[in-house]
């Protein structure tokens, strides 16, 4: 989607970054849009869910693919972020990426509601637990509320630059993944020893 002119079926509210489906607008037809960092509001809501660690790349995309029904509307989520992390073991900022895809149902819930009034106690807890089904009202699904949670779900616990990272050194504080240092080697910086290795005998001048 070009930044410049939104779909249809979109409502954006830039002071609350709110992106807004229309539900009538998708006529009963299926349809995919494709955001990317283009659109203010996927800039705004990478500031938003990654402060500090967002790249603005070409290939920040999130993709709605979008089937509407009789009583709710399925969505295809894609999620496809670049982040520059800083590594929770060695403290240095790398490349790393978000990407996942999830199947979510859309639903009014004044509908939901009216469903709900007819279901046995225990087929209304089922519901309550089905955290797949989204409620949607006046006929709007809040695109940015469905994206910040589910970021939020999928986001990693940690960031690791790397699974094998060695982290810093305890002593001196170098990054091992760059750097050696003699620290783990008994303590021969600070003895005679590490004097005696650390010496170079000065050329005399003639
Ligand atoms: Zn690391
Ligand atoms: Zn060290």
């Not at 999620?79 to 520059?84: C, E, K, N, Q, R």
């Not at 509320?145 to 999928?154: T, V």
């Not at 008994?186 to 050329?203: E, T």
């Amino acid at each position: 989607m070009q930044g410049r002119s939104l779909p249809q079926e979109l409502r954006y509210r830039p002071a609350q970054n709110q992106l807004l489906l229309r539900v009538k607008r998708l006529e009963g037809r299926p349809s995919t849009i494709r955001i990317d960092h283009r659109f203010r509001w996927l800039r705004e809501l990478m500031n938003d869910v990654f402060p500090a660690i967002t790249q603005h790349g070409p290939s920040a995309e999130i993709i709605f693919d979008l089937v509407p029904g009789a009583d709710h509307v399925r969505m295809g989520l894609t999620v496809a972020l670049p982040l520059t992390p800083t590594c929770d073991v060695c403290l240095d900022p790398y490349p790393d990426r978000l990407q996942f895809s999830v199947d979510l149902v859309c639903r009014a819930a004044e509908d939901m509601e009216q469903d709900v009034g007819a279901l046995s106690a225990g087929e209304r807890q089922y519901l309550a637990e089905d955290a797949e089904t989204i409620p949607f009202t006046q006929g709007e699904i809040d695109l940015t509320d469905i994206c910040r949670e589910q970021i939020n779900l999928f986001r990693p616990q940690r960031f690791r630059c790397r699974e094998t990272c060695l982290g810093l050194c305890p002593r001196c504080g170098v990054n091992l993944n760059r750097l050696r240092c003699d620290c783990t080697r008994g303590d021969l910086s600070a003895s005679a020893w590490g004097k005696l290795r650390d010496y170079r005998p000065s050329k005399k001048s003639p």
